[in-house]
């Protein structure tokens, strides 16, 4: 996060199942460990889970790190993903990266059943539970406005607990997942790393800014904010030109911005906006909400696409990856059909 920083590191992300495991996802978790790369990260959405794949998949790497990318807060405990933090920290060596998130009210009340409300304070509450396990210190106790350890409406046999496990780090890195400017600065207090989406290097300052309100409050405890993290995960597509390449990650926009959330609260859509493609996210959403799929992917400016991707040939790749070396980003996470990621990263190292 200083101007001394390390040149930018890159991971790869698996991304979301769709019907199945994605083809070539195990190949290129193995290649990303021999390949060098930072680190490689899970998704979960409502279907596969972020934990599985990962520890699947990782059992036969050596160096790369381990992250969720993110873990949604609403499908476990705050205890119960510590403990499978814990366990997979254990199992590779110190090589895990904890990445949470609040996902959104659709998917937080309609497939988990849990209250969505206050998403912030929520975040705040569980990341203090997980690292109370994480430290070991004494029994974990929270008498929180969502998360009360033991129970305070329960049967009053409940007790407060301590792991039986050791943890191998009490200072497992935690990644909080962000878009707005409050959650953001949320991360920068209380977290290790900020894992952002739809990021563009244009605004690097302004999430400087939301960052060091962050920092202001950070406590003396935390990690240094010269250490903290910002892992962005990033669409690529390779092709022989911009266009060509643009065309093939289109879907993947008009998917996030046209289709996800409510007709309310689309975090997604809001961030694009936030980067000036009102008008464009407007068209999209509306084909969309037509069902008119295509029509939604082709209304998707390549200005929009290159403003939180990369797309072209290998040359071209590396121009638009100028940007995102001097922003914020510390690890670019590779967003690319899996049995591409060798070519993907040959064309990004000098």
């Not at 301590?162 to 959650?183: F, W």
């Not at 790393?193 to 960052?211: D, N, Q, T, V």
């Not at 939604?296 to 400016?301: E, N, S, T």
Request: proline letters at 8%.
């Amino acid at each position: 996060m200083d101007d001394d920083a390390t040149p930018l590191r890159l991971g790869f992300s698996t991304g979301y199942w769709s019907a199945g495991p994605p083809a070539g996802a195990a190949e290129a978790v193995a290649a990303a460990d021999e390949l060098g790369l930072d680190s490689v990260w899970t998704a979960e959405a409502y279907g596969s889970d972020a934990f599985t794949p990962l520890a699947w998949w990782g059992a036969g790497t050596r160096t790369v790190r381990l992250g969720t990318g993110i873990a949604q807060m609403a499908a476990r405990t705050p205890t119960a993903t510590a403990m499978a933090a814990m366990t997979l920290d254990h199992l590779s060596g110190g090589r895990f990266v904890l990445g949470l998130g609040a996902s959104g009210p659709q998917v937080v009340e309609g497939w988990y059943g849990q209250p969505y409300p206050r998403p912030l304070e929520r975040t705040r509450e569980y990341v203090d539970i997980v690292r109370q396990v994480l430290r070991r210190e004494e029994p974990v106790r929270i008498d929180g406005a969502h998360y009360q350890l033991p129970l305070r409406s329960g049967t009053g046999q409940g007790k407060a607990l301590r792991s039986t496990v050791h943890p191998l780090r009490t200072d497992l890195p935690i990644h909080l997942a962000a878009q707005g400017p409050r959650n953001t600065a949320l991360a920068a207090e209380i977290a290790d790393g900020w894992l952002p989406f739809l990021f563009s290097p244009r605004l690097s300052a302004a999430y400087a800014e939301h960052l060091a309100d962050g920092f202001a409050r950070r406590a003396p405890e935390r990690s240094p904010s010269s250490e903290f993290e910002v892992c962005a995960a990033v669409p690529v597509a390779l092709g022989r030109d911009v266009e060509q390449a643009a065309d093939a990650l289109r879907p993947h926009f008009a998917l996030y911005i046209g289709g996800m959330g409510s007709g309310s609260a689309n975090y997604h859509r809001e961030a694009v906006e936030r980067l000036g493609h009102e008008a464009a996210c407007a068209e999209i959403a509306r084909r969309w909400a037509d069902g008119d799929r295509p029509g939604a992917a082709a209304a998707v400016p390549t200005e929009l696409v290159l403003d939180v991707a990369l797309a072209g040939n290998p040359a071209q790749l590396r121009e638009q990856l100028a940007p995102w070396t001097a922003s914020v980003v510390t690890t670019l996470i590779i967003q690319t059909d899996p049995r591409a990621l060798p070519q993907v990263v040959a064309a990004l190292r000098p």
